[in-house]
């Protein structure tokens, strides 16, 4: 079973900032958090990933809290394109495989 | 940027047939994965594969299927008698391995397998 849970939706205004929680309780010191996410069926498109500090790249920003057990996703200015269903995941130490548990995720509505 | 690159897009087969699902990975990545989705389900494990070797796999996977790396850049994965339920999105997966441990996932675009 997956070891984060997320709201299973949301919905966002277009141009406004999503913010997308996720809860990891049981995390482990060295776990990191991965987020995807899937467009239709497409095939998840890895977006971030971090341990404990918050992380930004050119798609979306990771912002960990101090005690690790959640993180909230943001994407500061939704677009309609960035409707999709988001996956907060928590790879167990390993190699992926069993290690990397999809659950269901949160589908993104971005509004007009 | 390099991409993980799945053919056919869509395949149609009827249930009892063989079909083979292709893939090529991110050139430079070790491990290789097929994960698999039922319409409106969870994306699913099926087998990780390093070193020309299974090194994991879920009860997903059971003797109908086994997966091959015939040459340095495809890795394909066969079913060998298909069944209805087998009708799903089956992804492709690569991932660089070695120092870079904690380097992500990458997932190809996937197959449709629609059995009848």
């Known amino acids: 079973d997956a070891k984060t849970t997320q709201p299973p939706s949301m919905d966002c205004a277009e141009g406004r900032a999503a913010n997308l929680p996720c809860n990891h309780s049981t995390i482990s010191g060295n776990e990191y958090v991965y987020w995807y996410r899937q467009i239709h069926s497409q095939g998840p498109q890895y977006i971030i990933h971090g341990l404990k500090n918050n992380e930004t790249n050119e798609m979306a920003s990771l912002i960990i809290t101090e005690d690790r057990k959640s993180s909230t996703l943001i994407l500061p200015h939704a677009t309609l394109r960035d409707t999709a269903v988001y996956y907060c995941?928590?790879?167990?130490?390993?190699?992926?495989?069993?290690?990397?548990?999809f659950g269901p995720g949160t589908r993104l509505s971005v509004l007009p | 940027e390099p991409e993980v690159t799945q053919t056919p897009s869509h395949q149609v087969t009827q249930m009892g047939q063989e079909v083979i699902l292709r893939c090529v990975p991110i050139?430079?990545?070790?491990?290789f994965y097929w994960y698999r989705q039922i319409l409106g389900q969870k994306v699913e494990f099926l087998v990780s594969?390093?070193?020309?070797?299974?090194?994991?796999k879920s009860e997903i996977f059971d003797d109908q299927f086994s997966v091959e790396r015939p040459d340095g850049s495809n890795f394909t994965l066969k079913i060998r008698s298909t069944k209805l339920e087998d009708s799903a999105m089956y992804f492709c997966?690569?991932?660089?391995?070695?120092?870079?441990?904690?380097?992500?996932?990458?997932f190809g675009n996937g197959t449709r397998l629609t059995v009848t």
């Open positions: 594969f390093y070193n020309n070797e299974i090194s994991e």
């Open positions: 995941i928590v790879r167990v130490r390993g190699d992926y495989g069993q290690n990397f548990v």
């Open positions: 997966a690569s991932y660089l391995g070695g120092t870079s441990f904690n380097s992500p996932l990458h």
């Open positions: 050139s430079n990545h070790l491990y």
